[in-house]
């Protein structure tokens, strides 16, 4: 079968066979057998083409725009410039997989704090969590819709947590802060409430002999890790009950009444080796901790022995770190330069990163890699910007 580009004259050109393939349901789906179409078609022309293709099957059919992939890699330029680039032969039938173009989403109403918004977590689908310079976490239900706020931190607070996204009903959050400390929070989130509610911590955990700069959870939540100023990362239980390593408070009155008296916990194992503030921790697996540091490093630790099993150097101060991508290996990481960097410790012997990503403009200032999608990555920086990466355009 022959296709005529229409579009600029493309029609022209030289042409190739192509079968178009897609994982999308009908009325999706085209014909699978193989056309001959313009090699100088870019992503508009490939769309229109399909476009066309199903509005022959379906007579009521609407018009979408479309994306397209060769060899799991998005295609960003014309056929012809792409084959060439990938030194793939013209000669054979090649396989183009279409899918549906996300849109834009639409900005929601801000959600106003009364300082710098230093932390957000936003792992719960009720939810969100958020840390700022006020020294206030805040638990938003929507955008603009504050349902509690955290209070007790003396000074701003640093990185937050949610430990269970997913609870039922109660669920337990942690907030770090330059006090030099860490809270743990229960927050019943489905209480019907007209005003925010202020809560106070049910555990602190103190040890640490300067900023807190980062806390993440263990995948059970039965145990947190905070990285600090002091260059040394802590690990803490998250239990209410007393254990060896908890102390209780005294209770308090505040006008007249005498409030719940608060756990005190204190770090059960310390893991050292960095030589700088350590500024991002991060918990992927039951048994590994990661982090990043201003000494330029990125360090892999043991939790049961405490023992650092890698080390990745990358010459400039980082600020963030990600583990996720394709088996939820690949290192992402970001500091005093616009480039996001992407490392697969799979691949021993060289500290060199497989991706660099470099659109931004000034330094990173965190990253996240998206939690089901292996080909997504978020990273803001100071230039004011949030971008998303597709590792399948890299």
Same mark, same amino acid.
């Not at 009364?114 to 939810?127: L, N, T």
């Given at each position: 079968?022959?296709?005529?580009?229409?579009?600029?004259?493309?029609?022209?050109?030289?042409?190739?066979?192509?079968?178009?393939?897609?994982?999308?349901?009908?009325?999706?789906?085209?014909?699978?057998?193989?056309?001959?179409?313009?090699?100088?078609?870019?992503?508009?022309?490939?769309?229109?083409?399909?476009?066309?293709?199903?509005?022959?099957?379906?007579?009521?059919?609407?018009?979408?725009?479309?994306?397209?992939?060769?060899?799991?890699?998005?295609?960003?330029?014309?056929?012809?410039?792409?084959?060439?680039?990938?030194?793939?032969?013209?000669?054979?039938?090649?396989?183009?997989?279409?899918?549906?173009?996300?849109?834009?989403?639409?900005?929601?109403?801000?959600?106003?704090?009364?300082?710098?918004?230093?932390?957000?977590?936003?792992?719960?689908?009720?939810?969100?969590?958020?840390?700022?310079?006020?020294?206030?976490?805040?638990?938003?239900?929507?955008?603009?819709?504050?349902?509690?706020?955290?209070?007790?931190?003396?000074? %701003?607070?640093?990185?937050?947590?949610?430990?269970?996204?997913?609870?039922?009903?109660?669920?337990?959050? %942690?907030?770090?802060?330059?006090?030099?400390?860490?809270?743990?929070?229960?927050?019943?989130?489905?209480? %019907?409430?007209?005003?925010?509610?202020? *809560?106070?911590?049910?555990?602190?955990?103190?040890?640490?002999?300067?900023?807190?700069?980062?806390?993440?959870?263990?995948?059970?939540?039965?145990?947190?890790?905070?990285?600090?100023?002091?260059?040394?990362?802590?690990?803490?239980?998250?239990?209410?009950?007393?254990?060896?390593?908890?102390?209780?408070?005294?209770?308090?009155?505040?006008?007249?009444?005498?409030?719940?008296?608060?756990?005190?916990?204190?770090?059960?194992?310390?893991?050292?080796?960095?030589?700088?503030?350590?500024?991002?921790?991060?918990?992927?697996?039951?048994?590994?901790?990661?982090?990043?540091?201003?000494?330029?490093?990125?360090?892999?630790?043991?939790?049961?022995?405490?023992?650092?099993?890698?080390?990745?150097?990358?010459?400039?101060?980082?600020?963030?770190?990600?583990?996720?991508?394709?088996?939820?290996?690949?290192?992402?990481?970001?500091?005093?330069?616009?480039?996001?960097?992407?490392?697969?410790?799979?691949?021993?012997?060289?500290? %060199?990163? *497989?991706?660099?990503?470099?659109?931004?403009?000034?330094?990173?200032?965190?990253?996240?890699?998206?939690?089901?999608?292996?080909?997504?990555?978020?990273?803001?920086?100071?230039?004011?910007?949030?971008?998303?990466?597709?590792?399948?355009?890299?």
């Amino acid at each position: 079968m022959d296709m005529v580009g229409e579009e600029n004259g493309e029609g022209s050109a030289r042409r190739i066979q192509v079968r178009f393939v897609t994982k999308l349901s009908a009325p999706y789906k085209v014909p699978t057998s193989a056309i001959a179409i313009p090699v100088d078609l870019t992503r508009f022309g490939l769309s229109s083409l399909v476009n066309a293709l199903l509005e022959g099957n379906d007579a009521d059919y609407k018009p979408e725009p479309f994306d397209f992939l060769i060899d799991g890699e998005f295609v960003r330029m014309s056929l012809e410039q792409f084959l060439l680039a990938k030194g793939i032969s013209a000669e054979r039938i090649l396989e183009i997989e279409y899918t549906r173009v996300v849109a834009p989403r639409k900005e929601e109403d801000p959600s106003l704090h009364d300082d710098w918004v230093s932390a957000v977590d936003g792992a719960s689908s009720r939810f969100f969590l958020t840390g700022c310079y006020d020294g206030l976490g805040r638990l938003w239900k929507g955008a603009g819709l504050c349902t509690h706020i955290l209070e007790g931190h003396s000074d %701003a607070v640093t990185s937050v947590s949610i430990i269970n996204p997913e609870g039922m009903e109660t669920v337990t959050l %942690a907030t770090a802060s330059k006090d030099r400390t860490l809270r743990l929070w229960k927050i019943n989130t489905e209480e %019907a409430i007209n005003h925010p509610m202020r *809560v106070r911590a049910f555990k602190i955990l103190r040890g640490h002999k300067s900023s807190v700069q980062s806390v993440a959870v263990q995948t059970s939540g039965e145990m947190v890790c905070s990285g600090s100023w002091d260059c040394t990362i802590n690990l803490w239980r998250t239990n209410d009950l007393n254990a060896e390593d908890d102390l209780v408070s005294k209770k308090r009155k505040v006008e007249g009444q005498v409030e719940d008296s608060q756990l005190e916990g204190e770090a059960f194992t310390t893991l050292v080796g960095h030589t700088q503030c350590v500024s991002s921790v991060v918990w992927p697996q039951q048994e590994s901790i990661y982090s990043a540091s201003w000494d330029h490093s990125i360090r892999k630790w043991d939790v049961e022995t405490g023992k650092n099993l890698s080390d990745i150097f990358c010459g400039k101060v980082l600020n963030c770190l990600d583990i996720g991508g394709e088996g939820s290996t690949l290192i992402a990481a970001g500091g005093s330069d616009p480039i996001l960097r992407i490392w697969d410790p799979r691949k021993p012997g060289t500290s %060199a990163p *497989v991706f660099q990503f470099a659109s931004h403009t000034s330094w990173i200032s965190s990253c996240k890699w998206h939690d089901i999608s292996w080909f997504h990555l978020l990273s803001a920086s100071y230039d004011g910007k949030v971008m998303l990466w597709d590792m399948r355009t890299a």
